[in-house]
């Protein structure tokens, strides 16, 4: 059975880099089943998904979060991690990692991080 969890500060200051890290058991992140993403939801908001990285090394980014975003992995640990670069306020959520068929985009986001809330604020 997969499990992923989140892990990282849950305060960041504006301008500095949020970084986070999802540690997944059950299943190799290096197998080409499946692709690794992240997904926030700022508070009152819908869903927004931020990248996702297959067994490739391809990675794909939101159009607008590709600037100060990097996801990157660690196979030994079988983590893969987020970056997300100069935050502000506006970067507030809960963050999920979340796993995908690496099949294409319509498959489904279907293993969950339980989340983790990362507030920006001074």
């Known amino acids: 059975q997969v499990q992923l969890q989140e892990s990282g500060p849950g305060l960041v200051k504006p301008s500095q880099t949020l970084s986070l890290t999802c540690t997944v058991s059950?299943?190799?992140?290096?197998?080409?089943?499946?692709?690794w993403s992240w997904i926030r939801q700022p508070p009152g908001k819908g869903l927004e998904w931020m990248g996702i990285?297959?067994?490739?090394?391809?990675?794909y980014y939101s159009p607008s979060l590709k600037s100060r975003t990097f996801i990157s992995r660690d196979t030994l640990r079988n983590q893969f991690s987020l970056q997300l670069m100069s935050v502000t306020p506006e970067d507030t959520a809960i963050y999920y990692c979340?796993?995908?068929?690496?099949?294409?985009?319509?498959?489904?986001?279907?293993?969950w991080g339980q989340g983790i809330q990362v507030t920006v604020s001074s």
């Open positions: 979340v796993r995908r068929g690496a099949g294409g985009s319509w498959l489904p986001y279907d293993s």
């Open positions: 059950g299943v190799s992140i290096t197998t080409s089943d499946y692709a």
């Open positions: 990285r297959n067994s490739n090394y391809n990675t």
